[in-house]
């Protein structure tokens, strides 16, 4: 969980205010080189503490125990809160690892676009038998954004995992300097 809250973050402070960043059917590492041409990116998030809240607002997969059904239920829309640091060399120049994930040989951007104030991306990746995709879609300015991500991860029928959808939101708004108490963001 913790590393959904970081990678958003990092994805942003990727983004200065040069070019905009297209790629359709790119592997993690073609849309980490486009966005180290355009140098970073389309949009400018300034160096600072964020307070991030990350929010699951769906859950379904089909054959959930109750209990569990009954604990998720429960926890929808509860955000979880994070204090990011990004620096001034975040902000500048990311490393381009942000856009790969952990499993980026797995996975291919079915559509990626960044541009000023916005991001809109499609990504698929194979875990074993299963398919996940995920969207990410945003708005931003200097001091914060907000995105909104799904997933729809399909697998064989009957197995754990099988079918599940997710929904959640993620928030982020620059409070101050860097306090050297947060995690550190891109």
Not at 153 to 161: D, E, L, R, S, Y
């Amino acid at each position: 969980m913790k590393r959904a809250l970081i990678v958003p973050l990092a994805v942003l402070a990727a983004c200065q205010h040069k070019n905009s960043v297209t790629a359709d059917n790119a592997s993690t590492g073609e849309v980490a080189a486009k966005v180290a041409a355009a140098g970073g990116g389309p949009i400018a998030l300034a160096p600072g503490h964020y307070d991030m809240t990350y929010a699951v607002t769906k859950v379904d997969m089909p054959g959930m125990p109750p209990a569990v059904a009954q604990s998720i239920k429960g926890s929808l829309g509860k955000g979880m809160t994070a204090p990011i640091c990004v620096t001034e060399a975040d902000a500048k120049k990311p490393a381009a690892s942000i856009f790969a994930g952990a499993n980026s040989k797995a996975c291919t951007y079915d559509h990626f676009a960044m541009a000023t104030g916005s991001i809109d991306a499609t990504m698929t990746c194979q875990a074993g038998p299963a398919t996940a995709t995920s969207t990410i879609k945003g708005s931003f300015t200097g001091d914060g954004f907000h995105m909104d991500v799904g997933t729809i991860t399909k697998g064989p029928a009957g197995q754990p995992m099988g079918a599940m959808t997710m929904a959640a939101t993620i928030d982020a708004h620059r409070t101050g300097a860097c306090t050297g108490s947060e995690r550190h963001g891109a």
